[in-house]
Structure formats: C-alpha cells, structure tokens
C-alpha cells in the first residue's frame, strides 16, 4: 500500500447510535471547505476561542474529524453507526503510516460509536497523515478505506490553521465611556515581539550561542551572514548557513507565556505562508527546565520549507530563539531529515552547555 495510512485498532467492541460527532462549547463559526464541515468552536469555561476541526462523512457513513486547539495540538476521530463501544473503554492501536512503518498507539471510546486517537506525538503524526492520499482503517473485523484525493488532506489542515490564526487574534477591546465611579483601565499587554531591535550586545550573545552550539554538534561548515547578506523578511539577530540549511538565532528578552509564543510563531507563519501550511507543538524539557519546540512546513506548489523552532530560558533573562530551516524543491522530495537531524543535533549541544 503506496503513501497509504493503516490504522489497526484491537479491542472489543460494544453500545449506542452516533450520527455525528460531539460538539463541545458555543459554535462561533462554520463553513463549507470542499466537503469538508469547519466550525470554531470556544471554550464551556473561559467562553473563549478554543479550537478549529473539520469533518467530513464518506458513503459507508465513516466520519473522520480532525481538530487543532488554540494551542496548536492535534486530535483525530472517527464515528461510525456501525460501531456499538462501551463509553470509556481504551483500545491498543497501531498505526501504520507507510509500507514499513508503524507507530503503536491507543484509542478510547468518547462515545458509543466514536473513537478519538490517542497520539503519542500528535504532530509528527499529522505531518505524515497530511501527504496520505488516503486512510484505511481497520476496527476488529471492520476495514474501511477514506481517499484524501492526489493532495491528501493537506488543503484541510492548511484552512485549520487559517482558522486558528484568525479566531485567536485578540479583539480590539471597545472604549468604554468615562463615568464618575469609573476604574482605571488596566493597560494591555503588549503583543509579543519577536522582532526586536538588534543591539550589538544581542548579536554578540547570539553568535556566541550559536558558534558554541553548532561547534558542540559537529557542525564545522557552518557560516555567518553578514547584515546584508540576510534574505528579506527573515528574523533574527544572527543568520547563518551550512550547506542547504538555514539557521538563526534570537534573544527575546520578555518571558512570554508558552501558549503567547507559540501562538505567535504559528500564527505569524501561518499568515505569512502562500501556500498550504502545517505546524504543531514538540514538548520538551531541557535539564528539567521546560523548552518549546515547533515543527512547520509552507508548501507552495512543489517547494516545501520546513522550520524546526527552539525556545529555551536564557540565563540573563528573556529566551533564545532558534530557528532551523531547509527548503526541498521536488514533490518526491518531502524529508526534512537534513534540518531535523541538525535541530536534533542543536538541541542535544544546548542540553549539553546548561547541565554543566
């Protein structure tokens, strides 16, 4: 089975009649994208924004349902009438994503006839689903097969992303009129910049960082980028190349919440790319100390970037950003091997310099 993905769920199975999947919080906004239902939905709590999905239901009455929160985490589902769960009941699953490939998972029934996918790496998984052509299930005796189309769901997941960037802008707060027994209003906290003015105490932090980090990785051929030579519209106080890769790095000298940052690096991504976009949270901790990782990829056509982002705490305050990218320009071609193996590579240095 060629760019097929197999998922194997054993367990039992057992309940009630679904006809849809369960919706959760007030519906803030839905639409058609091909044949594909997007709502928005908020939070039953905070009432806030809370996450994007889109479903679809097949003529074997299959309904896939995929969703990603104002966090950017993933979640996969399925619904069928042919099922009959007990409610709670967790199954082991595999996953197969390619011919050799497959990744053990689990699954709980939500409801009588839904299951959601437990991924234990929810991104990774999304990026190989997002290049599937299509999705064979099979369920116990069950097996049923859902095509994506020679685009595989990536259009989707791109209009999920759209959806969360614009839904988890924040609103303009309207200006309330003054009164005698009126409060001072509290100021809002400004946006997160992440593209501070450079100072030359920043860019000799940074190149220290980054010359220590890619010399502790291996990484001999690596250059600086003079001011210059940096390509417009990207970000940070040092660029530098080795090879097909691209690298930067940053201090951010606020101490941004994790939900802030990634939001910001996503969103402004999401924005910023032409074509169809993915992106998804890596967690991680670093000597205890909690890190952010972000994957991303931008295809445009036959050219996919990908962008391997690290945010770690930094010693002086604030944070350093890293950024690790590289381009392929072949649709067979759609491995980030080279800058994963390096992000990889970055990551174990920076583990390495803050344990001492």
């Known amino acids: 089975m060629t760019r097929h993905l197999v998922l194997a769920i054993a367990g039992l199975l057992s309940g009630s009649l679904l006809t849809g999947l369960p919706a959760h919080g007030a519906t803030l906004k839905t639409y058609q994208f091909l044949n594909w239902s997007m ?30 929160d104002r966090r950017y985490s993933w979640r996969l589902a399925f619904s069928t009438p042919a099922w009959d769960f007990v409610e709670g009941t967790t199954f082991g699953i595999v996953l197969r994503l390619s011919e050799r490939e497959f990744l053990k998972e689990s699954a709980v029934a939500t409801d009588h006839q839904l299951v959601e996918v437990q991924l234990s790496d929810p991104t990774a998984t999304f990026e190989k689903l997002r290049r599937a052509t299509a999705l064979q299930v099979m369920a116990g005796a069950m097996t049923f097969e859902l095509g994506f189309g020679l685009t595989g769901p990536a259009n989707v997941l791109s209009t999920l992303m759209q959806c969360v960037a614009q839904q988890a802008l924040p609103a303009a707060r309207p200006a309330r009129p003054p009164g005698p027994n009126a409060k001072p209003s509290v100021p809002l906290r400004p946006a997160l910049d992440l593209n501070p003015t450079a100072s030359s105490a920043g860019n000799d932090d940074a190149a220290t960082l980054v010359g220590h980090l890619l010399a502790e990785a291996r990484i001999s051929n690596f250059q600086l980028l003079a001011r210059e030579e940096i390509p417009p519209g990207m970000r940070g106080d040092v660029v530098w190349t080795a090879g097909g890769i691209t690298g ?46 972000i994957f991303t990829a931008c295809q445009v056509q036959s050219t996919t970037n990908f962008v391997y982002y690290l945010a770690a705490p930094r010693d002086g305050g604030g944070f350093y950003l890293l950024a690790t990218m590289a381009t392929t320009k072949s649709p067979a071609d759609t491995t980030d091997l080279t800058a994963k193996d390096i992000d990889n590579a970055i990551r174990t240095a920076l583990h390495q310099a803050t344990s001492r």
């Not at 239901?57 to 990603?68: D, F, G, M, Q």
């Not at 201090?251 to 790319?273: F, H, M, Q, W, Y």
Request: aromatic share 6%; net charge positive.
């Open 39 to 68: 709502t928005a939905r908020s939070n039953d709590q905070t009432k806030q924004f809370d996450r994007c999905s889109a479903q679809t239901t097949y003529p074997n009455r299959v309904t896939i349902a995929l969703s990603v």
């Open 248 to 293: 930067t790095a940053s201090i951010i000298e606020a101490p941004p919440k994790v939900e802030e940052l990634v939001s910001t690096l996503i969103g402004t991504d999401t924005r910023n790319c032409r074509g169809n976009y993915f992106a998804g949270p890596l967690p991680d901790k670093i000597d205890g100390s909690s890190v952010i990782r």
